[in-house]
Structures are given as structure tokens and as C-alpha cells.
T-cell receptor, first 112, second 113 residues
Framework: AQSVSQHNHHVILSEAASLELGCNYSYGGTVNLFWYVQYPGQHLQLLLKYFSGDPLVKGIKGFEAEFIKSKFSFNLRKPSVQWSDTAEYFCAVNHRDDKIIFGKGTRLHILP | SQTIHQWPATLVQPVGSPLSLECTVEGTSNPNLYWYRQAAGRGLQLLFYSVGIGQISSEVPQNLSASRPQDRQFILSSKKLLLSDSGFYLC????????????FGSGTRLTVV
């Protein structure tokens, strides 16, 4: 079955630290890839997405993600995190069909 | 612009009671509609999706059902709630396919007591 794996369930960092959240998916065909974020008390919202072209995708708030097809990975990065980045982050994949499969999420806690 | 409405925001229901959660989308036609359940540490589990009126795909067999009586209305139901139905339910919509991602509603926190 298609699946998305997020390696870290809970990450704690200090402000200004660099961030990398891992994501791997199981499907070998053509995919669209997403990172969603849920800030405390807010809706799930799209952070960034990859369809094709440049495998390095830049999103909102200084986030970026790199699609590495050979590794089936789409890791999320940010060079310097802020306290306001405290949230839950979900990696997701769409296999060019009608639905998106989500990972279990990573809770990121930034210490001020 | 497109908006998605989901209600109620919170709901406390006794075991064995029925359930009806409603989701409507404005500003678009023929959207794909989705129901997810979000549980701590378990991510988002796709429950149902619909690509058109009366068309429902069920992803996980359980105590719930879904219906789409109108183009922009998606309803999640149960005849008899179980304790295990407690959770956070999210409605989402996308354009004809999910290629471009979803827009999520604000969610319903359901507690079955």
C-alpha cells in the first residue's frame, strides 16, 4: 500500500537552529508532494508543493524542500527557525489521482 | 474566492447516538470533497472522498458513512456512535483532481462519551 513516513514524531530546537524534517514515500511512479503545517489552534495550510521541474521547492516563511527521486524523499528544511515555527508538520503525497496520503506528522517545538 | 465551511466546531455525543457533520464549499463547482480524521500521533486518515454528487469512495471500513446530496455539500454520518469515533474530523476540497493539494476546513472536535 502507498504510504508516507515521517521519521521524527517530535522535534525540539532552539531558535536560530537549522531544521530538517524527513519524509519518505513508498510509491515509485509520478507523484506530487506536499508539506502542510498546522499552527496551534489554526487550520491545516499548505506550506509548499512539488509537481515537476526544479526539485528544490521554496515555500512560505523561509521553508524549502528537496525532492530526491532516487531516495523517494521530500525533506523539509529551514536554515534558521523561529519560535513562531512551533507547529505540526505533515508530509503528503498524491499519485496523480483523486486523493492525498498524509504522513503521521512531526510536532516541532521551538524554544525561545 | 473559494471558502469551505464545516460545522459544528465541537460536539459531545453519547455512545449510541447518531452523528451528522456537514461541510459545504462556496465559490467553485464540481469540487472533489474529502473527510479525514486526525488523531494525535496518527496523522490524517482518509475516511471518504467524493468526485461528484452521489459518488462516495470509502477508504476505511468503520462505523461511519458519507453522502453528497448536492455538488458542494458533503455529510459525514453515523447511526450509532462508538467511543472510538472520538476525534478531530476535517473536511477538505480540491479541484477536479488532488494534484494541486487541498484546502481544509476548520475541523470538528467530536467527543463520544
Amino acid at each position: 500500500a502507498q504510504s508516507v513516513s515521517q521519521h521524527n514524531h517530535h522535534v525540539i530546537l532552539s531558535e536560530a537552529a537549522s531544521l530538517e524534517l524527513g519524509c519518505n514515500y513508498s510509491y515509485g511512479g509520478t507523484v506530487n508532494l506536499f508539506w502542510y503545517v498546522q499552527y496551534p489552534g489554526q487550520h491545516l495550510q499548505l506550506l509548499l508543493k512539488y509537481f515537476s521541474g526544479d526539485p528544490l521547492v521554496k515555500g512560505i516563511k523561509g521553508f524549502e524542500a528537496e525532492f530526491i527521486k532516487s531516495k523517494f524523499s521530500f525533506n523539509l528544511r529551514k536554515p534558521s527557525v523561529q519560535w513562531s515555527d512551533t507547529a505540526e508538520y505533515f508530509c503528503a503525497v498524491n499519485h496523480r489521482d483523486d486523493k492525498i496520503i498524509f504522513g503521521k506528522g512531526t510536532r516541532l517545538h521551538i524554544l525561545p | 474566492s473559494q471558502t469551505i465551511h464545516q460545522w459544528p466546531a465541537t460536539l459531545v455525543q453519547p455512545v449510541g447516538s447518531p452523528l451528522s457533520l456537514e461541510c459545504t464549499v462556496e465559490g467553485t463547482s464540481n469540487p472533489n470533497l474529502y473527510w479525514y480524521r486526525q488523531a494525535a500521533g496518527r496523522g490524517l486518515q482518509l475516511l471518504f472522498y467524493s468526485v461528484g454528487i452521489g459518488q462516495i469512495s470509502s477508504e476505511v471500513p468503520q462505523n461511519l458513512s458519507a453522502s453528497r446530496p448536492q455538488d458542494r455539500q458533503f455529510i459525514l454520518s453515523s447511526k450509532k456512535l462508538l467511543l472510538s469515533d472520538s476525534g478531530f474530523y476535517l473536511c477538505a476540497w480540491s479541484v477536479a483532481s488532488a494534484d494541486y493539494g487541498y484546502t481544509f476546513g476548520s475541523g470538528t472536535r467530536l467527543t463520544v462519551v
